[in-house]
């Protein structure tokens, strides 16, 4: 059982930043991968940004120069710092995390919305 916790969405003006934090707890003590993906109304969800454990990074071209994902292995927590935010980065972010072993296990949070005002 692997429970994941959001916390630090809410409402920012244009241009302003906010820091998600996923906690994962549970009787998986590592992750291959952790990350945040969003879906915004309308549209698909999509990666926005990722960590594996051996440090590599991803990011979605949209975000590439404003938003920072970082990882700390010790506390199982992943954190996405988001600056520079525009309305079309209003979503519900979710966190995720990947273990694989003799197969590939995906956890989800239950999401944290972040709305942008123009």
């Known amino acids: 059982q692997v429970q994941l916790v959001e916390s630090g969405g809410g409402l920012v003006q244009a241009g302003g930043s906010l820091r998600l934090s996923c906690a994962a707890s549970?009787?998986?003590?590592?992750?291959?991968?952790m990350g945040w993906y969003r879906r915004a109304p309308g549209k698909q969800r999509e990666l926005v940004a990722d960590?594996?454990?051996?440090?590599?990074?991803n990011y979605a071209d949209s975000v590439k120069g404003r938003f920072t994902i970082s990882r700390d292995n010790a506390k199982n927590t992943v954190y996405l710092q988001m600056n520079g935010l525009k309305p079309e980065d209003t979503a519900v972010y979710y966190c995720?995390?990947?273990?694989?072993?003799?197969?590939?296990?995906?956890?989800w949070g239950q999401g944290t919305q972040v709305t942008v005002s123009s």
């Open positions: 995720n995390a990947v273990h694989r072993s003799y197969g590939i296990y995906n956890y």
């Open positions: 549970g009787i998986i003590s590592s992750f291959d991968a």
């Open positions: 960590k594996r454990s051996t440090g590599s990074t």
